[in-house]
DNA sequence: AATGAATGAGGGTTCATTCAT
DNA sequence: GATGAATGAACCCTCATTCAT
């Protein structure tokens, strides 16, 4: 039961933290929104930054949790790198601004948030240079620079994403495999 | 004297903005940075809004003035990438946080900055769609959706800048193009 | 089984209040002092306020029933005095914020108990009232304004107290009686 | 100006923190009793603390100031004495319940005002003491424990004022300087 | 035109009290 | 009876904005 609205006040602090940001955020929004008193959310966080904090440590779980199913073995990398970025953007259709959360660098919290932030980071382009590295490997993907091609993996998928080019139509995900894996040039 | 204050208060406006963000940003900070009277920016400025959305206006002007010096002709198309990228490689690393200020989407302003925003993205866009479509019908690159093309441009750039993954090394750029030329794959 | 709580519940809260003062006390802190639930204070007393008066009237029943022990007829004046000062002494070593609570007038409570503590003060006077008197009608005293005798008598053994003069050197207890009795006058 | 309103507002505070002591005093009270708005304290304390320390340092300026004129050369110890209890009379009859924030131990406040009222308190003895030390020199007193005998001078000075004893009559402090100066003793 | 003192709405947080279990 | 999770009134403090000078 505890727990149980401990993930209540998790799920309402999420939208609105996506919704205002994390400034603009009124805990009063966030207790209404949960459907609980304002001083409740006191019983379970020590302070708004702190709840914050948990919103985002959720929120990344559950998208780290995700992204590391993608790395099953035995499949082309053409697959895995289209799973990637599909996992992406259903992601970002179902939380889109708690997605922009992790992505983008807020500046509003603790010097070790931030550092949590930057930690993240590294594990999603970890991912993402496991991809590569197993690719590489195989022969699949010329040896280029894992970090650096993992950073363009993920840039290209976020900005397409968000730019909201992919939003209804659903080749663009393998044309944007053919683009990464092929290049523009003719 | 009059437009010279209104630019005193812009820059000292633009460096308290991307240090503090919109929200944290102080009015008694941007005076004092810009070594006025609190009193006086609303002699210039109708409101804390109204000064960031001037700013972010003037950051964007300076943009785009620089972006639309790509275009020239008569180059090859990987010449204009590299300058493409070089040239926010050059923005990030003078004005990293004011840049993060365009490139992401503030949740903190009016409606109608989020429309100057949206529409700034898109100029943005173009120049790389133009820069795509000329290169295209040169036959430099294959025929692909160019709006799409171009955001990839954008991801590849800005997510390679904003790892830092290129503070200190040049050569990156030319990588960076290469992979975009041609891609990963072997 | 009931009163046993209840005198658990005085206790703790006497020995939070004594550390805390009135305002800044908790009643969960006193509760688990008494290693009971908070909720449970109030099965027993009404409010924090209640529960204050209580522990007042607690602290003030014990340290009446102890002055009153000195009355005791047949011994010399000066014996009583010292007595008096000593006991003083004692409760003040034992109970140093209860009696500090006892001492000041707290403007943080009721009416009614603001007047229980007029009541109280009026309680000790009297006892160093009746000490007097029947050191005047003995004799053993000059005839003076017994109140104000009183005052003084209880004025001087609580402010030697408080200045930590006597904390540690028992021969001051005399002197302090020599002086109340002879004067400082040559 | 400025300062002019710094007092406005240190004597609204001493108003309302002598009627409501600390914890219950409110920044809004002290403002309207200022006659200013909320936020203007702030420009002049930068806390709830903060002014309370002010105005405790203020208070007690200002009695030490009238505590060293009493020091006067050349009149004898009973006038002194006289002065001394009538110097108190007045200012707690004026400023009744300031003098008790001065008096009393408040818990509620920085350890470095703690020192400072302990500093203070000693200043007033030292007074006391200054009085006493000069007497039995000139043989008007007998030769008795100076710290100890100021601190009896002290207590019944304010025990007898604080009792409210002598608030209409006068005739009370030349007996309550009889009694310090000969005792009760017959 | 320029200032900065004054303002007060707004929001995070605490904690006495209630009440369902 | 005993509990402690839930509540929301209350209060300190911040800061964008105003306006008298």
Do not use: C
């Not at 401990?6 to 949960?34: L, P, T």
Request: hydrophobic share 40%; net charge negative.
């Amino acid at each position: 039961m505890k727990e149980g609205k401990r993930k209540v006040i998790i799920d309402a602090a999420a939208s609105i933290f996506a919704r205002d940001g994390f400034d603009r955020a009124k805990m009063e929004d966030i207790s209404s929104q949960a459907g609980i008193g304002k001083g409740t959310i006191y019983e379970y966080f020590k302070s708004k930054r702190d709840l914050f904090q948990e919103v985002i440590k959720h929120a990344v779980d559950v998208y780290i949790e995700l992204l590391k199913g993608i790395g099953a073995e035995g499949r082309p990398f053409e697959e895995k790198l289209a799973d990637f970025i599909q996992l992406h953007k259903e992601l970002l259709e179902k939380h889109r601004d708690l997605a922009n959360l992790i992505m983008k660098e807020p500046r509003d919290v603790t010097e070790s948030t931030r550092r949590y932030f930057q930690s993240v980071k590294k594990d999603v382009v970890d991912v993402a240079v496991n991809l590569l590295d197993s690719a590489i490997q195989k022969g699949e993907v010329r040896d280029i620079n894992r970090r650096m091609g993992a950073q363009i993996i993920l840039g290209v998928t976020v900005s397409l994403l968000t730019a909201g080019l992919m939003r209804d139509e659903d080749w663009d995900i393998d044309d944007a495999v053919d683009i990464i894996l092929h290049g523009i040039s003719k």
